[in-house]
């Protein structure tokens, strides 16, 4: 009934309410005056990644979870790349934060290191390509790609190398990192476990006399257990992170790749 009073006062000669009326009508937006467009080109689609080295070895691993949002895009999609043609080359890039640009970044980088091969008869150490990639991610500035990227090989003595970056290409060389969503769970991990941090001598004192446990190189199996523990623990707390565990080995015999599963939930 009140609807058919409705229609009928919209309808009668004298209607209280005109619809040419309307567009003076204030309301929130019209008030708050003309609206901005904004465009936004980015997206996180999830993920950690982390890189670590030892005397000999480097080793850089990621989850295989993608995900936008609440959704799950894909259950594997790897996060750690080869760069360069073949073994002469060991250098290891992951890359975590919006995918198309890690994708993008990744096809760049190798591209340069197997024209540095073609044209000089010799591979490009990781020290030139993280300089290389440096620039690569400073030349994108203004428009910088969305993503976290760890470097990793051995040095020119045989030792091993991670170089973490910021989108704009600020970079620093580390024995340990973690990036992407989980970074927060596994980065205080790797540094009481890897960094020896808040680590001390047992019976050597109290309170502030206590002495600091000495850093001491792991071995490459120890290092392995503490890279599927990091993930293991990371799955269990964080929903972006799962699936499966990628891990790129780099040694002076070569690089050699596992994976590990993961929770799926």
């Excluded at 799950?72 to 992951?94: A, Q």
């Excluded at 051995?154 to 910021?166: F, I, Q, R, V």
Aim: glycine share 10%; aromatic share 10%; proline share 6%.
């Amino acid at each position: 009934m009140a609807s058919l009073m409705h229609y009928a006062s919209l309808h009668s000669e004298n209607p209280a309410y005109s619809f040419s009326e309307a567009s003076t009508i204030p309301h929130s937006e019209a008030s708050a005056g003309p609206r901005q467009h904004a465009f936004y080109p980015y997206t996180d689609n999830g993920g950690s990644t982390l890189g670590i080295t030892g005397e000999t070895f480097a080793i850089l691993a990621g989850d295989t979870r993608s995900t936008s949002g609440y959704n799950i895009n894909t259950r594997y999609e790897p996060k750690v790349f080869r760069i360069g043609d073949d073994d002469s080359s060991p250098i290891v890039l992951s890359v975590v934060g919006f995918a198309a640009d890690g994708k993008a970044l990744k096809e760049r980088l190798d591209t340069i290191v197997k024209m540095y091969k073609y044209q000089h008869g010799k591979p490009m150490s990781v020290k030139a390509c993280a300089q290389r990639l440096s620039t690569i991610l400073y030349q994108k500035r203004f428009f910088p790609y969305y993503v976290h990227a760890i470097l990793g090989g051995l040095d020119e003595e045989g030792k091993g190398a991670l170089y973490s970056y910021d989108p704009v290409g600020s970079y620093e060389r580390e024995q340990c990192r973690a990036a992407g969503a989980a970074a927060s769970l596994i980065m205080p991990f790797l540094d009481n476990q890897v960094n020896f941090k808040n680590q001390y001598v047992p019976g050597s004192g109290e309170g502030l006399s206590l002495k600091e446990k000495p850093r001491e190189p792991l071995p490459l199996d120890a290092v392995v257990g503490i890279v599927k523990d990091a993930f293991t623990s990371a799955t269990e707390r964080h929903i972006e992170v799962g699936d499966g565990l990628q891990m790129i080995l780099i040694t002076k015999d070569g690089i050699k790749e596992m994976f590990t599963p993961l929770k799926r939930d």
